[in-house]
C-alpha cells in the first residue's frame, strides 16, 4: 500500500511563491520518477513538470524559469517550487509518484489560487 500526501497549496498574490510538497509513505523501496500535473476548472489536466530518478527534469513551457521540481535525500517527498506565479497558474495540482516502471500513484490534489 502506497499513500500520497500532498500540502502547499493555498492563496497567493500574483507574484507570489509557493511551495508545494508529495510525501509518499508505504511499500516504497526506491524512485522512478515523479511528477506533477494541474488541471483548471473547464479544462484538461496538464502535466506541469517531472523528475527522473537521475535527476533530470523536464517542465511545461509555460512554467519554465518560474517552477522547480525536486526531491528530497530519501527521494520519498516530490517538491515543486513555484515562483513568480501568475492568475493562469491557478489550478488544482496533482503529484504522481512512480516506484519504479511498473507502478505509478497519484495525490489527492491540492488548490492553488493566484490572484490577481
Known amino acids: 500500500q502506497v499513500r500520497l500526501v500532498e500540502s502547499g497549496g493555498g492563496l497567493v498574490q500574483a507574484g507570489g511563491s509557493l511551495r508545494l510538497s508529495c510525501a509518499a509513505s508505504?511499500?516504497?523501496?526506491?524512485?522512478?520518477?515523479g511528477g506533477w500535473s494541474r488541471q483548471a476548472p473547464g479544462k484538461q489536466r496538464e502535466l506541469v513538470a517531472t523528475?527522473?530518478?537521475?535527476?533530470?527534469?523536464n517542465y511545461l513551457e509555460s512554467v519554465k524559469g518560474r517552477f522547480t521540481i525536486d526531491t528530497d535525500n530519501a527521494k520519498k517527498t516530490v517538491y515543486l517550487q513555484m515562483n513568480s506565479l501568475k492568475p493562469e497558474d491557478t489550478a488544482v495540482y496533482f503529484c504522481?509518484?512512480?516506484?519504479?516502471?511498473?507502478?505509478?500513484?497519484w495525490g489527492q490534489g491540492t488548490q492553488v489560487t493566484v490572484s490577481s
Open positions: 504522481n509518484f512512480s516506484p519504479d516502471r511498473i507502478r505509478n500513484y
Open positions: 508505504g511499500s516504497i523501496f526506491s524512485f522512478n520518477a
Open positions: 523528475i527522473s530518478s537521475d535527476g533530470s527534469t
